[in-house]
């Protein structure tokens, strides 16, 4: 079982700043990777950046160089730090993780989520 605790969401308004943080417990060692999701009303959830156990990073191409992922092992956390935010940001931010248990299977696992709101 692996839990995550988001903390970091609030009220920003457009061109400010935030720092997501994913704090992950229970069987962490099993962790292949981890990302940050987020979903919109009425919209699809989507990817907003990952990073694997080899600290090999992805993101969604309309946020790449907004948004920086990073990981610190030591603390079983992974941080989302959101710089230049715009209106259009604003969503419901998701913790994942994939997790190995045993073989070939995997578990994804999802925080509570945290709001991000971008306003004047």
């Known amino acids: 079982q692996v839990q995550l605790v988001e903390s970091g969401g609030g009220l920003v308004q457009p061109g400010g700043s935030l720092r997501l943080s994913c704090v992950a417990s229970g069987s962490i060692h099993s962790i292949s990777a981890m990302g940050w999701y987020r979903q919109a009303p009425g919209k699809q959830r989507e990817l907003v950046a990952s990073?694997?156990?080899?600290?090999?990073?992805n993101y969604s191409d309309s946020l790449r160089g907004r948004f920086t992922i990073s990981r610190d092992n030591a603390k079983n956390t992974v941080y989302l730090q959101m710089n230049s935010l715009k209106p259009e940001d604003t969503a419901v931010y998701y913790c994942?993780?994939?997790?190995?248990?045993?073989?070939?299977?995997?578990?994804?696992?999802w925080g509570q989520g945290t709001q991000v709101t971008v306003s004047s």
């Open positions: 990073i694997s156990s080899s600290d090999t990073t």
């Open positions: 994942n993780a994939v997790s190995k248990v045993v073989g070939t299977t995997f578990q994804t696992y």
